[in-house]
């Protein structure tokens, strides 16, 4: 088994207990188009997100190009730099052009205060994103949004069962995307959801995602193939019971991880608002040593050496990107926050399995570097 440690691991089921869902469907013959598992994952997650409506993916790509159909969204859509790259991606996908907006210097979200400079008469959205499940100023980009009449679009990757000012992450904005990638917290192999408030768009989605197909001899829209497959559902289902104590376990964690790191200068933990619950999803340390540029670099290659998988999220900015630099929002003069932060962010290995020496071993390299300074 290889030493090496990651900065996550997927949860695993029992292997008997999967077992029992493949027999399950060996029996029904039923593998795609809305089987039984996909309806009683379905269920479940609307339950446990405290959903009014959710729609189940194949992977939160395709859920999220869906949600940009389903508004009917052109033009163009203001967003964040600071993200993965499948956030910004569905937009020329939907043959719309992202507008880069800076993000906040520290909930690192979209920064609201900068949206409204960037609205034009082709603006027809906001795209966000929950980064490490820290919320987005919901509230303030609602208002922007209702006195522009926009549309509002959360990517909420990070933020399962995230909590803000008392309401489900998945209550604010027209729609919200989780992903359900074997790196996210709560996983289904590969998959993802949209969950939105509005009843109507509920058949709409459905549509766009199995092909625009309304019965056998009518389709209605061009839709996709986006569809969650049976195999799919039925991991979720024997995921979804281990998620809350595995969140317990990441918050020791991550307990672990801040008094280590107290009083050790240059080093800050990306923390969530009072007014937000943790997903613990990730674990992000900001490292800035002024005059030091490359410190963060130079974090990462130590852990590296001793064979501990951090990563740059996100490191370049979607901005950087070729396909994207000739904007004249993604111009590093436009972005002064994210591009500084880019060069800070290293998230840390986080899962349940991690011992407490792994922890302390991270830790110690990481001071050891930083404090050479």
């Not at 691991?9 to 039923?30: M, Q, R, T, V």
């Not at 990517?155 to 803000?164: G, L, P, S, V």
């Not at 008392?166 to 993802?192: A, N, Q, R, V």
């Not at 001899?217 to 799919?232: D, S, T, Y």
Request: hydrophobic share 35%; with cysteine; aromatic share 10%.
């Amino acid at each position: 088994m290889s030493s090496e440690i990651f900065v996550t691991k997927p949860l695993f089921p029992k292997l008997e207990n999967y077992e029992g869902h493949l027999k399950d469907i060996w029996d029904s013959a039923w593998l795609s188009n809305n089987g039984q598992k996909h309806k009683e994952l379905e269920f479940k997650l609307r339950e446990y997100l405290n959903a009014p409506n959710i729609s189940l993916f194949n992977n939160g790509t395709i859920a999220l190009m869906t949600a940009i159909q389903s508004l009917r969204l052109q033009g163009e859509v203001i967003t964040t730099p600071f993200t993965f790259p499948a956030t910004t991606h569905v937009l020329p996908w939907n043959n719309i052009d992202p507008v880069f907006c800076d993000i906040h210097p520290e909930r690192l979200t979209i920064d609201y205060d900068k949206i409204e400079s960037l609205i034009t008469a082709r603006t027809s959205a906001i795209l966000g994103v929950h980064v490490y499940g820290v919320p987005c100023h919901v509230d303030e980009i609602q208002q922007i949004a209702d006195s522009h009449g926009l549309k509002v679009i959360y990517d909420a990757a990070h933020a399962f069962t995230t909590e803000y000012k008392g309401k489900p992450i998945g209550s604010y904005g027209d729609i919200t995307m989780f992903s359900f990638h074997p790196t996210k917290l709560f996983h289904t192999g590969e998959g993802g959801a949209l969950v939105y408030n509005d009843d109507n768009l509920k058949r709409r989605i459905e549509y766009l995602k199995n092909f625009g197909i309304k019965n056998e001899e009518e389709v209605l829209l061009p839709g996709i193939n986006g569809k969650m497959n049976e195999l799919q559902a039925s991991m979720g289902l024997e995921v979804l019971p281990l998620v809350a104590q595995e969140q317990v376990k990441r918050s020791e964690i991550r307990t672990l991880y801040r008094k280590a790191f107290e009083g050790v200068d240059h080093l800050n933990l990306v923390e969530m608002p009072d007014s937000a619950t943790n997903s613990e999803q990730y674990l992000c340390l900001r490292v800035a040593v002024p005059g030091c540029p490359d410190a963060r670099n130079q974090v990462y290659e130590k852990l590296k050496l001793n064979g501990i998988n951090a990563r740059k999220y996100f490191f370049p900015l979607v901005s950087q990107y070729p396909c994207y630099r000739a904007s004249s929002s993604a111009s590093p003069e436009n972005l002064p926050v994210a591009n500084r932060i880019a060069n800070e962010v290293l998230c840390l290995p986080l899962y349940s399995t991690l011992q407490t020496s792994d922890v302390e071993k991270i830790t110690d390299l990481i001071a050891g570097v930083v404090n050479g300074y």
